[in-house]
């Protein structure tokens, strides 16, 4: 089955604790990135990779980052978390270089900073 | 950089009531997409937008792109529970999405 997963899918953590949230896609998608939604406030685009080896800062990158060693997979990792990055988090891909295509999305991981 | 204004944030309606949200862009827009996310859920596709004037229609769901390509209106006739969720335009620029706030669809009981 075509999709992209998201682990763990509940996290609750303390502040400073460094984690990774993986992601990966089966559909040999080009593009994938890391979106938090909060309330009001819509989906909120953290990092995306365009390919293997690209990545580029979104809208909200402070306290982030990523890596694009294989085209499938595509970690998010919170070096030094902190409670404004309470959240929830969507994992997303699309087939080409391009956001003009369907965004498949994860099912997302809701994640606790104490 | 660039918005998209979306409203109302939230609409409580009957169920057979009529649904609308409105998305608006101060610049002009390539395409335009729209998604549906169901309560505890991801979003998920429904429609693009490209042409200018664009309409199209998804059974009960009517997806319409402004001639200026600066606005676009998703309206649902009579709605079902199965409506219930939290509607979003996005548009393109240029390597990202930028979303919507959102449209959050609240059946009365």
């Known amino acids: 089955e075509a999709q992209v997963t998201q682990n763990p899918r509940y996290l609750i953590t303390v502040t400073g604790k460094k984690l990774t949230v993986t992601c990966s896609q089966n559909m040999n998608h080009e593009y994938m990135s890391w979106y938090r939604q909060d309330p009001g406030l819509g989906l909120r685009q953290i990092y995306y990779?365009?390919?293997?080896?690209?990545?580029d800062k979104g809208d909200v990158p402070e306290g982030y980052k990523v890596s694009r060693k294989e085209k499938r997979n595509f970690p998010l990792i919170l070096e030094s978390p902190s409670p404004n990055q309470t959240s929830l988090y969507f994992c997303?891909?699309?087939?080409?270089?391009?956001?003009?295509?369907?965004?498949?999305f994860g099912p997302g991981t809701r994640l606790t900073v104490l | 950089g660039q918005q998209v204004m979306q409203i109302p944030q939230y609409q409580h309606v009957q169920e057979g009531e009529d649904f609308t949200t409105y998305c608006n862009s101060s610049t002009t827009l390539s395409n335009i997409q729209w998604y549906k996310q169901r309560p505890g859920g991801h979003p998920v596709f429904l429609i693009q937008l490209v042409k200018s004037g664009e309409v199209k229609k998804q059974k009960r769901l009517t997806f319409q792109f402004g001639e200026a390509k600066k606005n676009s209106s998703l309206h649902i006739t009579a709605t079902q529970t199965t409506d219930v969720g939290t509607y979003f335009c996005a548009m393109d620029s240029n390597y990202q999405l930028i979303w919507g706030a959102g449209t959050k669809l609240i059946i009365k009981p």
């Open positions: 990779s365009m390919n293997v080896e690209v990545t």
């Open positions: 997303a891909s699309t087939p080409h270089g391009r956001v003009s295509n369907e965004q498949f």
